[in-house]
C-alpha cells in the first residue's frame, strides 16, 4: 500500500489526537500537585518568602531611617563647626585690621620723629658750621679783653682784701 503525504498526516494526528490530551492531564497533574506541596511546605513551616521579604524590607527600611537620621545629625554637627569656625575667623579678621591700623600708626609715628630728627640734626650740623666759621676771628679778641678785665678783678679784689685786714 502507497500513502500519500496527506494520508500520512492524518494517521498520525489520529494516533496523536489521543496522546496530547493525556499528556496534558498528566501535567496538569503534575503541576496541580507541585502547587499543593508549596503550600503544604509553606504552612507546616510557617514561613512564606513573601513574609521573608516584607521583614527584609521592613529591615532595610528601619536601617534607612536610622541611616538618614545619623546623617542629619552629622550635617548639624558640620553645620555647627562650620559656623564656629566663621566666627573665628571674623575674630582674627577683625584682630588683623586692629594689628594692621597700629602698624600704621607706629610706621607714621616713626616716620615723623625721623622727620624731626633729621631737622634737628641739620640744625645742630649748621650751628656747628657757624661757630666753627666763627670760632678763629671772635676768639682771639674776647679772650684778650675777658683775661684782662678778669685779671684786673682778681687784683682788686685782692687789694680790698689786703686794706680790710690792715685796717683791723
Known amino acids: 500500500m502507497t500513502t500519500y ?4 498526516r492524518s494517521v498520525s494526528l489520529v494516533r496523536m489526537g489521543r ?3 493525556a499528556l496534558t492531564a498528566t501535567a496538569l497533574l503534575l503541576i496541580v500537585a507541585g502547587v499543593a506541596s508549596i503550600a503544604a511546605w509553606r504552612i507546616s513551616t510557617g514561613t512564606s518568602p513573601e513574609t521573608d521579604r516584607a521583614v527584609l524590607a521592613r529591615a532595610l527600611q528601619t536601617r534607612s531611617v536610622q541611616a538618614s537620621e545619623q546623617l542629619v545629625e552629622k550635617t548639624k554637627g558640620l553645620e555647627q563647626t562650620q559656623e ?4 573665628q575667623i571674623q575674630v582674627m579678621q577683625d584682630q ?15 616716620k615723623r620723629l625721623s622727620d624731626q630728627i633729621t631737622s ?5 650740623d649748621g650751628l656747628r ?5 666763627a670760632q ?3 676768639l682771639a679778641q674776647p679772650q684778650a679783653a675777658h683775661h684782662h678785665p678778669a685779671r684786673a678783678r ?3 679784689v685782692r687789694a680790698a682784701q689786703k686794706r680790710t685786714k690792715s685796717h683791723s
Open 5 to 8: 503525504p496527506s494520508e500520512v
Open 120 to 124: 634737628l640734626t641739620e640744625a645742630v
Open 154 to 156: 682778681a687784683h682788686a
Open 84 to 87: 564656629e569656625s566663621i566666627d
Open 136 to 138: 678763629p676771628s671772635d
Open 19 to 21: 496522546q496530547p490530551i
Open 129 to 133: 658750621q657757624s661757630f666753627a666759621s
Open 96 to 110: 588683623l585690621q586692629t594689628v594692621r591700623r597700629q602698624v600704621a600708626t607706629q610706621q607714621a609715628d616713626t
